[in-house]
């Protein structure tokens, strides 16, 4: 049976969506698509480049023979017919082994991404749920997509943010001889915030966004002060919002293992009575900066116990909580793409056809339109 034209082409475009979407339940009728995109570390990209040249450099440049390595007084045809016939043998083995250490490779490469993008999927899913976005769905798509389905009522632009944050919580020692400069900056970057806050109360949303390449320059300036991290989100147990008694002041206190207790002992040991501060910070950004006491100089602050203090309201330090109750992402996401179920399709409408110019009847002439073809 032939298929009309336009009937051939709705199914067939019918058929690609439900191939990108296959891995969604479809229980979500109406729903907001967000596309996201696994980011390669800047280092591994490196890695990559060097191998693909070193490869290319190797395949361009043979090695070339010395001519006091073949002289023709002393080749022999029979010795030589020998030679090359095992080197051909050789060759072929050598080759063989490299073809299959390169399929084992790509196996163990394929494997370990497929497991990198499950663990993504569950660290997102139980974001949602944080959020309280129970219906939502999370799907993969190799080699580097993750699909998220959110039902329309939910705001999709205000959810992206929370989903793709890595919530990387570091705890940093500041460096020596740097409180001048840690002051200064600390009193820049608040000037900075509240002049783009007053931009965004008054919807001069251009004039927000031009500060914040100075405010990204000046977070960054604050975390050079610091230490690597000593203590990581990877040692936390819990995080939660706590109001100060009889006051409207909010902390959010975190809790760490055994092996972050012991580190983050020693870490406030070694700070206390010497004025530096330690460092707390959420994705590089420095959310509180405590000076430890030298009541602490002896044993540090044992218990495993760490309180984040930063004139939070209400809302931020529940935010805070959620977010790191949520866990880290194992890899960088960037958002791609936003799409709903409810735009418009062109191939429902039977007078539009933007897809075809021309039919494939004849490819070598140009066809004069029929009118009657709708008809």
Known sequence: MILPPKLGRYLFTTAVVSLISVACSNELRDYTQLELKVVE?????????????????????????????TSPEETNPETEAETSSESTTDDNTTGDAADSGETAANEDSEAA?????????TALEKRL??????????????????????????????????????????????????????????A?????????????????????????????????????????ASVTGDQLIKAQAIQLSGF??????????????????????????TGRSLGIFLDDVLLSSPVIGVDYAESGILGGEASISGDFTAEAARTLERQLNSGMLPVQLELVAITS?????????????????????????????????DE
């Open 248 to 273: 409207n002041i909010w902390e959010v206190h975190v809790w760490f293992d055994s092996e972050g207790s012991n580190k983050f002992a020693e870490q406030t040991k070694v700070l206390a009575g």
């Open 129 to 186: 749920t944080s959020l309280s976005i129970d219906t939502a769905e999370v799907a993969t798509q190799a080699p580097d997509q993750i699909i998220v389905r959110l039902p329309q009522e939910v705001e999709a632009d205000a959810i992206t943010t929370q989903l793709i944050s890595p919530n990387q919580l570091t705890l940093r020692s500041q460096k020596p001889e740097t409180d001048e400069d840690l002051s200064e900056n600390i």
């Open 113 to 121: 991404n497929e497991d990198l993008l499950s663990q993504t999927k």
């Open 41 to 69: 570390p800047e280092s591994v990209a490196t890695e990559k480049e060097v191998a693909e040249e070193d490869s290319s450099a190797e395949t361009a440049s043979p090695e070339e023979t010395s001519p006091e390595e």
């Open 341 to 373: 179920s409810n735009e418009p399709e062109d191939s429902d409408s039977e007078d539009s056809d933007p897809v075809e110019t021309k039919t494939e009847e004849d490819p070598g002439s140009e066809q004069p339109e029929d009118s009657s073809e």
């Open 188 to 228: 820049t970057l608040q000037r900075l915030l509240i002049e783009q806050n007053n931009f965004l109360l008054v919807d001069q949303q251009a004039e927000a966004n031009a500060l914040q390449p100075e405010i990204d320059e000046t977070r960054a300036a604050i975390l050079a002060l610091f230490e690597p």
